[in-house]
């Protein structure tokens, strides 16, 4: 990390310790997505409030999302010559500065702003983290702390709206952009005080030197292989996960059930995810990745498949509940992956262009869903995407193990791996 940012002394020499790491490591991502968390259910509101007519609000929800898909390659490159610590500063002064432009947006197209400087400001929080715990925790805890990090992501996104609303109540839906600003400053103050460790670079180099960055495209020529095998497989987890969005409310107002009756469900399914992200690290690291990897996909697949056969609201109840086991038991599969995949000179560049994988996924789930229930129906989208899922349970279980880390030589390394 950037050496001028460094309050306290650079740590290099000390041993690895989950303890000394928790705060630089966790912190700004709490605080990160408690604003994000605050946000995203009121973007569209906030658009309405402002004359958008319901179409249009909906737009504003997608550019958050476009944007972080687009700015993704970019952020990596970003985090790469900058640092870690000073990227996750400036992406927290983004989110101060997609809350205030957001909180006294005159009009859509200002508010638009807000919601394109949003998108990065999220990427920047992923792939520097990641980045950061690729480079400091030895590969046989790897798992456990992108977990983590993914479980902290999502405790994040269950406060958020839970602080926005009473502000929300009192100054109306563009009040969560109060959130976010508080959010933004927290984790650039949280990263910019608290201690992170120095990132060697070659050998002989001053502590601390940034080591030459390849261009982006030698770091995708190099390693286009994994790109292109374990990446499809990660692409598939991303769309099965973002079609759950889509599909189960379709089906179940499909079926009679109401808008109250869902969100309902939903929240227990956070519940049940918020449980089941340490579990999901501790498999990975003791069993191997795999042993997470092709479950998630085959959870979802078989539940994805069988939702059409769910008539009544209790069905429903355990596709969701499925599903959720499924999701939790996935969480910081993908960032696992990308990090043990990852080399150790441009390594935030390759994460951001395996986040790019992931998204489109992520971002094809409705475009793929619209597509197939506007030709047949949402059970049949349902069908489909469970069908893809489960050859994703394959192509995974062909390609993840040939990229596991040896976990008994990391865990027992001839010299500790510092950074």
């Given at each position: 990390m950037s050496a001028k940012l460094a309050p306290m002394p650079a740590t290099a020499d000390l041993p690895f310790s989950w303890r000394r790491i928790a705060l630089p490591a966790y912190g700004p991502s709490l605080v990160g997505s408690i604003g994000h968390g605050a946000i995203v259910p009121v973007v569209a509101l906030t658009a309405r409030e402002l004359g958008a007519s319901v179409s249009v609000a909906a737009l504003f929800v997608s550019i958050v999302a476009v944007a972080?898909?687009?700015?993704?390659?970019?952020?990596?490159?970003?985090?790469?010559?900058?640092?870690?610590?000073?990227?996750?500063?400036?992406?927290?002064?983004?989110?101060?500065?997609?809350?205030?432009?957001?909180?006294?947006?005159?009009?859509?197209?200002?508010?638009?702003?807000?919601?394109?400087?949003?998108?990065?400001?999220?990427?920047?929080?992923?792939?520097?983290?990641?980045?950061?715990?690729?480079h400091i925790v030895p590969a046989h805890q790897r798992a456990r702390a992108m977990s983590t990090l993914g479980g902290v992501a999502r405790i994040g996104w269950f406060i958020g709206p839970l602080a926005a609303a009473p502000l929300i109540a009192v100054h109306g839906a563009r009040a969560a952009f109060l959130v976010l600003i508080a959010g933004g400053?927290?984790?650039?103050?949280?990263?910019?005080?608290?201690?992170?460790?120095?990132?060697?670079?070659?050998?002989?180099?001053?502590?601390?030197?940034?080591?030459?960055?390849?261009?982006?495209?030698?770091?995708?020529?190099?390693?286009?292989?994994?790109?292109?095998?374990?990446?499809?497989?990660?692409?598939?987890?991303?769309?099965?996960?973002?079609?759950?969005?889509?599909?189960?409310?379709?089906?179940?107002?499909?079926?009679?059930?109401?808008?109250?009756?869902?969100?309902?469900?939903?929240?227990?399914?956070?519940?049940?995810?918020?449980?089941?992200?340490?579990?999901?690290?501790?498999?990975?690291?003791?069993?191997?990745?795999?042993?997470?990897?092709?479950?998630v996909a085959l959870g979802f697949g078989v539940t994805l498949m069988a939702l059409p056969l769910a008539d009544t609201r209790g069905g429903v109840g355990v596709a969701v509940v499925a599903m959720s086991i499924a999701n939790g038991l996935g969480s910081g599969i993908v960032m696992t992956l990308g990090a043990d995949a990852a080399p150790p000179v441009g390594r935030a560049a390759f994460l951001g262009v395996w986040r790019l994988i992931s998204l489109i996924g992520a971002n094809g789930a409705s475009v793929l869903v619209a597509a197939i229930a506007a030709i047949a129906s949402v059970g049949a989208a349902a069908v489909v995407v469970g069908v893809l899922s489960l050859l994703g349970a394959g192509w995974l279980a062909r390609w993840v193990p040939r990229y596991e880390p040896d976990r008994e030589r990391a865990a027992y390394p001839s010299t500790p791996r510092q950074t």
């Open positions: 972080e898909f687009v700015g993704s390659v970019p952020v990596g490159i970003f985090v790469d010559r900058v640092g870690e610590r000073t990227a996750l500063v400036i992406g927290g002064l983004l989110e101060v500065m997609a809350g205030l432009i957001g909180w006294f947006a005159p009009n859509l197209w200002v508010l638009a702003l807000a919601a394109v400087v949003m998108g990065p400001a999220g990427g920047i929080f992923i792939v520097a983290r990641q980045s950061y715990l690729g400053l927290g984790a650039s103050a949280i990263t910019w005080w608290s201690m992170d460790l120095v990132v060697p670079s070659a050998e002989g180099d001053h502590p601390g030197a940034r080591p030459v960055t390849p261009p982006l495209r030698e770091t995708v020529r190099r390693h286009a292989r994994v790109l292109l095998t374990l990446g499809l497989g990660i692409l598939v987890i991303g769309l099965a996960r973002a079609s759950r969005n889509v599909v189960v409310p379709l089906w179940a107002d499909h079926i009679g059930m109401t808008a109250s009756e869902v969100s309902v469900l939903f929240g227990l399914g956070m519940g049940i995810e918020m449980l089941l992200f340490y579990p999901a690290g501790w498999i990975m690291d003791r069993f191997g990745r795999v042993w997470v990897a092709v479950p």
